[in-house]
């Protein structure tokens, strides 16, 4: 870790946008002898008029470390020590076994997964790729490990993709359900707007947080709802049953601008209050205060994250949500809607370019014919080439690699080997494949130690390009200093990849202003429709929201403000969703229900924020969180050092013994790898059970056992 931050009065000062979360910050990065030395808040940005959280301010000290990946290196195997090779050698390498891999046994032995901290640029590159020139649909990243349920819930209920609302709608709400996000933790920013809103109007401003934990959220709201983890279908169908039977419902909307009301209501009336406390741990009267909160209110807005999308059920919980929206007309209205807090900086943009195994650019789907033929034209490929079978989904690749069905997989911007479930899993299907590409701006880390090749990447603030935050806000990102060594940006990378494999005409790009140029043009007419945004007006305008059709228009703050839906019908729909369990529920053996979750100045596997003792030194280690009941049967203490085991492995950590969680739940932060200690990974514990449309897998909750080590033993074994 480096110990002082960079040093100077800056001699300029650079709009650009944060690295980090889905709230998308705008930064001013100062500039001094072509190096970033201060960070501060973008007044004019208006995701956060000028405020930014504790990750951000020490951005600078994260940049020219000593672990930076600096030249290509390659080895032939695993277990040997790599040697720097030329660019033009690792591409040669990479470009000859893509080859003969296809060659023998076909695109599917391929795949690409990425990350939603990629930029649109270089998400766009890497799509286009491989589902329109080597053929494959196996592109997948990260987001399905964040949003991909959210996304599934969007389009099933309200026709397609996309958060209706904008952080503008929080100074105008009277009502604010915060549902699976300890928000002053994950998206601090927006949690300040939130309680900014709250102290500025307290006695007409209501917050209600779901929570299994009484975190720094719930600690501010006016109503906490300790859900068990798995709960939260049960609490929203019982919040649903509440607004009927009192009549807080909004009949001529429902009658207008919906179907399949009668389905939904039918379901929620055989299931009261009784049941909905039974199934989600959530006492009955606060589950109808919470309803009668939300039903009263003139404008409400929801907001939610991996709490929620986390789960084999998680589609549902997000139709769920849509459902309390819907019944009650709160959506597409200032200061209403669902609102879905994307965990990562541009998760939103690679969802836009098709960054999915399932979809094509500009929310088309590889399933549908017209969407296929638009692309392929659009590519100057054959429609042929784009297969009409999806891609094979994030944990689906690594189960692939484990059977051999898979051969070869390029990893971008992301460390899997620390941030998927099941971390003992994930290490053996790397284990099995033939080459493993690693593109990073840092080695070594989990993932890049089962490398054959490693590619170093430019990062934020060395490359060009555009992110989209979750309220569609696309920003642009200027290249403010130099790659360190002889680092690329992530698209170029990529194109001189396809060049390698003889596509060089489709993939002649010069700069990342042609590539965005490219991938908007192709989005003209579409649900996100960049066409009418390019980088001089994102420049000189500043960010602007999609849809935003043609250069004059301002961007959309609001969707659906008429109450068309892109539905068939132009309505949205109603979806009666039932209370499931999580899938590996607590017994006589593994008693308690483990969920995971952040601490508040660490973000992800800390490739970045790990680096910077200031924000290691409130938590320097993993814990272990459990309520003081399940703590005595165990004679567990605060600060005693215990062993959690699930059925996959085991974590050893301190106990925080605390009222603040719910009975039979434990918590431990998930941002730890084996590389910090091997039992220090929380996903040693985690399972790979998905849900079953999103395929997004249940990283909130999984069965384990907790005992006390009476003999802490030294080291990491």
Same mark, same amino acid.
């Given at each position: 870790?480096?110990?002082?931050?960079?040093?100077?009065?800056?001699?300029?000062?650079?709009?650009?946008?944060?690295?980090?979360?889905?709230?998308?910050?705008?930064?001013?990065?100062?500039?001094?002898?072509?190096?970033?030395?201060? /960070?501060?808040?973008?007044?004019?940005?208006?995701?956060?008029?000028?405020?930014?959280?504790?990750?951000?301010?020490?951005?600078?000290?994260?940049?020219?470390?000593?672990?930076?990946?600096?030249? @290509?290196?390659?080895?032939?195997?695993?277990?040997?020590?790599?040697?720097?090779?030329?660019?033009?050698?690792?591409?040669?390498?990479?470009?000859?076994?893509?080859?003969?891999? /296809?060659?023998?046994?076909?695109?599917?032995?391929?795949?690409?997964?990425?990350?939603?901290?990629?930029?649109?640029?270089?998400?766009?590159?890497?799509?286009?790729?491989?589902?329109?020139?080597?053929?494959?649909?196996?592109?997948?990243?990260?987001?399905?490990?964040?949003?991909?349920?959210? +996304?599934?819930?969007?389009?099933?209920?309200?026709?397609?993709?996309?958060?209706?609302?904008?952080?503008?709608?929080?100074?105008?709400?009277?009502?604010?359900?915060?549902?699976?996000?300890?928000?002053?933790?994950?998206?601090?920013?927006?949690?300040? !707007?939130?309680?900014?809103?709250?102290?500025?109007?307290?006695?007409?401003?209501?917050?209600?947080?779901?929570?299994?934990?009484?975190?720094?959220?719930?600690?501010?709201?006016?109503?906490?709802?300790?859900?068990?983890?798995?709960?939260?279908?049960?609490?929203?169908?019982?919040?649903?049953?509440?607004?009927?039977?009192?009549?807080?419902?909004?009949?001529?909307?429902?009658?207008?601008?919906?179907?399949?009301?009668?389905?939904?209501?039918?379901?929620?009336?055989?299931?009261?209050?009784?049941?909905?406390?039974?199934?989600?741990?959530?006492?009955?009267?606060?589950?109808? #205060?919470?309803?009668? /909160?939300?039903?009263?209110?003139?404008?409400?807005?929801?907001?939610?994250?991996?709490?929620?999308?986390?789960?084999?059920?998680?589609?549902h919980k997000n139709n769920a949500i849509h459902n309390l929206h819907l019944v009650t007309g709160k959506i597409g209205k200032p200061g209403s809607?669902? %609102?879905?807090?994307?965990?990562?900086?541009?998760?939103?943009?690679?969802?836009?370019?098709?960054?999915?195994?399932?979809?094509?650019?500009?929310?088309?789907?590889?399933?549908?014919?017209?969407?296929?033929?638009? *692309?392929?034209? %659009?590519?100057?490929?054959? +429609?042929?080439?784009?297969?009409?079978?999806?891609?094979?989904?994030?944990?689906?690749?690594?189960?692939?690699?484990?059977?051999?069905?898979?051969?070869?997989?390029?990893?971008?911007?992301?460390?899997?080997?620390?941030?998927?479930?099941?971390?003992?899993?994930?290490?053996?299907?790397?284990?099995?494949?033939?080459?493993?590409?690693?593109?990073?701006?840092?080695?070594?880390?989990?993932?890049?130690?089962?490398?054959?090749?490693?590619?170093?990447?430019?990062?934020?603030?060395? /490359?060009?390009?555009v992110m989209t935050n979750s309220e569609r806000r696309i920003t642009y990102l200027p290249k403010i200093t130099e790659p360190p060594g002889e680092?690329?940006?992530?698209?170029?990378?990529?194109?001189?990849?396809?060049?390698?494999?003889?596509?060089?005409?489709?993939?002649?790009?010069?700069?990342?202003?042609? *590539?965005?140029?490219?991938?908007?043009?192709?989005?003209?007419?579409?649900?996100?429709?960049?066409?009418?945004?390019?980088?001089?007006?994102?420049?000189?305008?500043?960010?602007?929201?999609? @849809?935003?059709?043609?250069?004059?228009?301002?961007?959309? #703050?609001?969707?659906?403000?008429?109450?068309?839906?892109?539905?068939?019908?132009?309505?949205?729909?109603?979806?009666? *969703?039932?209370?499931?369990?999580? %899938?590996?529920?607590?017994?006589?053996?593994?008693?308690?229900?483990?969920?995971?979750?952040?601490?508040?100045?660490?973000?992800?596997?800390?490739t970045r924020t790990g680096k910077v003792p200031s924000l290691m030194k409130n938590c320097p280690d993993p814990f272990v969180e459990m309520n003081?009941?399940?703590?005595?049967?165990?004679?567990?203490?605060?600060?005693? %050092?215990? #062993?959690?085991?699930?059925?996959?492995?085991?974590?050893?950590?301190?106990?925080?013994?605390?009222?603040?969680?719910? !009975?039979?739940?434990?918590?431990?932060?998930?941002?730890?790898?084996?590389?910090?200690?091997?039992?220090?990974?929380?996903?040693?514990?985690?399972?790979?059970?998905?849900?079953?449309?999103?395929?997004?897998?249940?990283?909130?909750?999984?069965?384990?056992?907790?005992?006390?080590?009476?003999?802490?033993?030294?080291?990491?074994?």
């Open positions: 870790m480096l110990e002082d931050a960079p040093n100077g009065v800056p001699d300029r000062w650079v709009k650009t946008a944060c690295p980090y979360c889905g709230v998308g910050c705008g930064l001013l990065a100062g500039v001094k002898d072509g190096s970033i030395v201060k /960070i501060k808040g973008d007044p004019d940005h208006p995701a956060n008029l000028g405020d930014v959280c504790a990750k951000a301010v020490h951005l600078p000290q994260s940049l020219n470390t000593a672990d930076r990946l600096l030249h @290509p290196h390659a080895r032939n195997s695993q277990d040997k020590p790599f040697s720097r090779v030329s660019w033009e050698t690792a591409l040669q390498i990479t470009a000859q076994k893509f080859a003969e891999i /296809i060659g023998e046994s076909g695109p599917e032995a391929v795949a690409f997964y990425g990350s939603g901290q990629l930029t649109t640029e270089a998400y766009y590159v890497g799509n286009k790729l491989a589902k329109g020139f080597l053929g494959t649909n196996n592109f997948d990243t990260n987001s399905r490990l964040c949003m991909s349920s959210a +996304v599934a819930g969007y389009q099933a209920s309200l026709g397609s993709d996309g958060p209706p609302a904008s952080y503008a709608d929080i100074e105008v709400a009277d009502c604010f359900l915060l549902i699976g996000s300890n928000t002053a933790f994950c998206h601090p920013v927006t949690f300040k !707007r939130i309680k900014k809103r709250k102290l500025d109007d307290p006695d007409r401003v209501m917050i209600i947080v779901v929570d299994p934990r009484r975190t720094e959220t719930a600690d501010f709201a006016d109503l906490h709802l300790p859900v068990r983890p798995g709960g939260d279908i049960a609490l929203l169908n019982g919040m649903l049953h509440v607004l009927i039977e009192e009549g807080l419902t909004d009949p001529s909307f429902i009658r207008r601008h919906t179907r399949d009301y009668e389905r939904v209501e039918a379901a929620v009336k055989s299931y009261g209050l009784e049941s909905a406390a039974r199934d989600s741990g959530v006492p009955a009267p606060l589950i109808a #205060e919470a309803a009668m /909160i939300f039903g009263h209110s003139k404008a409400a807005l929801t907001l939610w994250s991996m709490g929620i999308n986390q789960s084999t059920a998680g589609v809607g669902p %609102f879905s807090l994307t965990g990562q900086p541009n998760a939103m943009g690679g969802r836009e370019v098709g960054g999915l195994a399932h979809l094509l650019p500009g929310y088309r789907s590889i399933a549908n014919p017209v969407h296929r033929e638009e *692309v392929a034209r %659009f590519w100057r490929t054959p +429609v042929a080439r784009i297969s009409p079978r999806p891609g094979l989904a994030a944990l689906e690749q690594f189960e692939a690699l484990e059977k051999g069905k898979l051969r070869a997989i390029w990893i971008l911007c992301t460390n899997p080997a620390v941030s998927m479930p099941d971390t003992g899993f994930v290490e053996k299907a790397l284990r099995q494949a033939e080459l493993v590409v690693v593109q990073d701006a840092y080695h070594p880390t989990g993932t890049t130690q089962f490398a054959h090749v490693l590619l170093p990447a430019a990062q934020w603030p060395e /490359i060009e390009g680092a690329l940006p992530d698209w170029k990378i990529l194109a001189l990849f396809a060049r390698e494999m003889g596509f060089a005409e489709a993939f002649s790009y010069r700069s990342a202003g042609e *590539v965005y140029s490219e991938f908007a043009r192709l989005t003209r007419g579409t649900l996100c429709d960049y066409s009418g945004v390019n980088y001089e007006r994102l420049r000189g305008e500043g960010p602007l929201q999609w @849809p935003c059709p043609d250069p004059g228009h301002p961007g959309t #703050e609001r969707l659906y403000v008429e109450s068309c839906f892109p539905t068939p019908d132009g309505r949205a729909v109603f979806i009666p *969703v039932a209370h499931q369990e999580p %899938f590996e529920a607590p017994d006589e053996d593994f008693p308690l229900v483990l969920t995971t979750g952040r601490v508040k100045n660490q973000w992800h596997t800390m003081p009941a399940d703590a005595r049967k165990q004679r567990i203490r605060d600060a005693d %050092f215990i #062993e959690v085991v699930s059925r996959r492995g085991k974590v050893i950590a301190q106990a925080r013994v605390t009222e603040q969680i719910t !009975r039979g739940a434990c918590f431990i932060p998930f941002h730890w790898g084996r590389q910090y200690g091997f039992f220090k990974a929380a996903n040693n514990l985690t399972l790979t059970a998905r849900d079953p449309v999103s395929r997004q897998p249940e990283l909130k909750a999984c069965a384990v056992r907790v005992r006390k080590l009476l003999d802490f033993p030294l080291g990491d074994n």
